[in-house]
């Protein structure tokens, strides 16, 4: 760490002086965001009740941060700085446009596709760091050493950070401890804003190298250390993932089955190691006398080939078995990248490699961003074969509960699993709301066996169902969607979310109690509500009874939606046999507690009895 050995207060002006002259945007945006952060942590007042305004100021200056630096870089290799400039406020406008479309749009508008297509420009931006500025070059030996570098001094800086972040915590704890001062909780996070932020940024701007250093050809930057590290730790592990799955390619061809879906995320992680090492390895490449580093590479892309193979074939399983979704849709895509990029290294040998970063970045940005998006894609497709599931049906739509209940029931159990599969996707995942109203109308019931995420036969019959009374701890996370409000006049509507503990079941009354205090003008009132522990039992069991239920008393009732029963096991030592331990039960219930009129005519709590019954 030559920088930190020549660290002084002459040598971080100057180089701060540097980054100012050098990376003026991304200066101005790490301080712009840094003073936002800050205030808005010690003044929750000014943070903006507008979701589109608080969009923009949070995200808007980090990531404008990484696409200054990144065209700074690109600058500096310009010889028209003029036109340099202008390109760089014309990103820099788009960009901040873009954003503010994206924010009127409203925070409906905040669902997979965009997420998603917001996480690949970024990735565009910081990916293009490291290979914008070196379009045209012979070799790819100046961006790899110029990653590197900057790869190295990111983890130093941050490193740096850290320990001085400790010391700062360290420090302000001891203060509190030592002069019994009450040093708020803000402070502490100011100083990971400070430290691992600014500090961090402006410490590893100054480090970016620059003129020659950029441009650094030498192909003998890896050391002995660094060959030993590849050829003696990761290629045997690459070796491992090998072995391993051809002996499973093996199994598949004797057995004659179908790979498990499983073996995606070996093969996916293999590819990931090859791409790795080679990486690692690329001036070795270029040296005459490393014939074993041009054989490695050959050799683990042309023995990736089949296993690529293999996950093609269990993601078209997968996909057979139990849907198309976007993730299955990305994976599928990445497995026809890595066909190329293994056919690629087989016959170049790596001579060349950033364009291995360079086209997943870019297959990863457009099959994401625009109207043709995965996430889109796959919408489309799915709204297709759920009209073509109802078309064949011939029902008349939308329909309501009653009507696709009965539906579901003259369906065969998997067609049956799968349009409710499909329509849950859709409207959970791909917030298909909009398009759930020309198939439904109101609430109807989607769950469903594992369908999308489940085992390889989500469709087994022969398992014997569970018996209730054999769940000591019930729990159910019913659908708030699918909750029936209760009829009646009610005076008060209160959200529940409250604990009963220590509860002790007797045998003649299996009852769980929950007791509830209410409150009208400034005064306090009880009620208690009883379940079964029964009941409880019977709707954990059975999935088809998992919706909403209610429960009342004379002041009201509960619509419950999620409910959690724990058991606590203590020793009765009041009773001769110590060994005899007694079960308590803490009942968690979540839900709406609805009040009538005759609620607030009961006698009203004192403090005194309020207190007590605590």
Request: aromatic share 8%; hydrophobic share 45%.
């Given at each position: 760490m030559k920088w930190i050995e020549n660290m002084s207060f002459k040598g971080m002006s100057e180089r701060l002086e540097i980054v100012i002259k050098r990376f003026p945007v991304g200066l101005l945006f790490t301080i712009i965001y840094t003073f936002i952060a800050?205030?808005?942590?010690?003044?929750?007042?000014?943070?903006?009740?507008?979701?589109?305004?608080?969009?923009?100021?949070?995200?808007?200056?980090?990531?404008?941060?990484?696409?200054?630096?990144?065209?700074?870089?690109?600058?500096?290799?310009?010889?028209?700085?003029?036109?340099?400039?202008?390109?760089q406020l014309i990103a820099q406008f788009g960009w901040l446009l873009y954003c503010v479309i994206i924010a009127q749009q409203g925070q409906d508008s905040f669902g997979m596709e965009l997420i998603v297509g917001l996480l690949a420009t970024l990735f565009l931006f910081k990916a293009s760091i490291f290979f914008l500025s070196f379009f045209g070059k012979e070799t790819d030996i100046e961006s790899w050493n110029f990653s590197w570098n900057v790869i190295i001094s990111a983890l130093q800086t941050t490193l740096v950070c850290g320990i001085l972040l400790g010391g700062i915590e360290l420090l302000l704890w001891g203060i509190q401890e030592l002069f019994d001062l009450d040093i708020p909780e803000e402070l502490y996070i100011s100083m990971v804003?400070?430290?691992?932020?600014?500090?961090?940024?402006?410490?590893?701007?100054?480090?970016?190298?620059?003129?020659?250093?950029?441009?650094?050809?030498?192909?003998?930057?890896?050391?002995d250390f660094g060959r030993m590290v590849v050829h003696g730790l990761f290629v045997p592990l690459q070796a491992a993932y090998l072995i391993t799955l051809y002996f499973y390619?093996?199994?598949?061809?004797?057995?004659?089955?179908?790979?498990?879906?499983?073996?995606?995320?070996?093969?996916?992680?293999?590819?990931?190691?090859?791409l790795f090492i080679t990486a690692l390895v690329y001036p070795l490449l270029l040296?005459?006398?490393?014939?074993?580093?041009?054989?490695?590479?050959?050799?683990?892309?042309?023995?990736?080939?089949?296993?690529?193979?293999?996950?093609?074939?269990?993601?078209?399983?997968?996909?057979?078995?139990?849907?198309?979704?976007?993730?299955?849709a990305y994976v599928l895509l990445f497995n026809i990248w890595c066909y190329v990029v293994c056919i690629y290294l087989l016959f170049r040998q790596g001579k060349r490699i950033m364009w291995i970063l360079t086209s997943f970045v870019l297959v990863f940005f457009i099959s994401s961003v625009g109207p043709w998006n995965m996430t889109a894609t796959t919408r489309r497709l799915l709204t297709r074969q759920v009209d073509g599931i109802f078309l064949r049906t011939g029902v008349q739509l939308p329909l309501?509960?009653?009507?696709?209940?009965?539906?579901?029931?003259?369906?065969?159990?998997?067609?049956?699993?799968?349009?409710?599969g499909k329509l849950s996707y859709l409207k959970f995942e791909l917030q298909g709301d909009s398009l759930m109203s020309q198939w439904l109308d109101g609430a109807v019931d989607l769950h469903t066996n594992p369908y999308?995420?489940?085992?390889?036969?989500?469709?087994?019959?022969?398992?014997?169902?569970?018996?209730?009374?054999?769940?000591?701890?019930?729990?159910?996370?019913?659908?708030?969607?699918?909750?029936?409000?209760?009829q009646g006049?009610?005076?008060?509507?209160?959200?529940i979310d409250d604990w009963q503990r220590e509860q002790i079941l007797a045998e003649t009354d299996s009852t769980l109690y929950m007791d509830i205090i209410y409150s009208q003008d400034t005064l306090l009132y009880f009620t208690r509500f009883g379940i079964p522990f029964r009941q409880l039992q019977e709707i954990a069991a059975d999935e088809s009874k998992q919706q909403p239920f209610t429960v009342e008393n004379n002041e009201g009732t509960l619509l419950i939606w999620y409910f959690?029963?724990?058991?606590?096991?203590?020793?009765?030592?009041?009773?001769?046999?110590?060994?005899?331990a007694i079960v308590k039960k803490d009942l968690h219930l979540e839900g709406l507690l609805f009040l009538h009129e005759a609620a607030f005519k009961n006698t009203p709590l004192s403090f005194e009895n309020e207190e007590t019954k605590e």
């Open positions: 800050l205030t808005l942590l010690w003044d929750k007042d000014l943070i903006p009740n507008s979701d589109a305004l608080l969009f923009i100021i949070m995200f808007y200056p980090p990531t404008a941060l990484l696409l200054g630096v990144s065209l700074h870089l690109w600058s500096e290799e310009q010889s028209n700085v003029k036109r340099a400039r202008i390109v804003i400070i430290c691992m932020f600014t500090i961090n940024v402006m410490l590893l701007m100054m480090q970016i190298p620059k003129d020659a250093a950029k441009h650094d050809t030498n192909i003998n930057r890896m050391n390619l093996l199994r598949i061809l004797f057995t004659w089955e179908l790979p498990s879906g499983g073996v995606v995320w070996l093969v996916t992680t293999m590819m990931i190691g090859m040296q005459d006398n490393k014939p074993f580093d041009k054989k490695l590479v050959r050799w683990l892309a042309l023995l990736a080939l089949p296993l690529l193979a293999l996950m093609t074939v269990s993601i078209f399983r997968r996909i057979s078995d139990y849907g198309f979704t976007v993730a299955r309501d509960y009653t009507r696709f209940d009965s539906l579901i029931q003259t369906m065969d159990k998997h067609e049956a699993d799968i349009l409710k999308y995420e489940g085992p390889d036969d989500p469709f087994d019959t022969d398992s014997e169902p569970t018996d209730p009374a054999t769940i000591e701890s019930p729990f159910a996370n019913m659908r708030e969607e699918m909750a029936s409000l209760p006049n009610f005076q008060k509507v209160m959200q959690e029963v724990e058991s606590n096991t203590s020793k009765d030592n009041n009773n001769d046999d110590a060994e005899k």
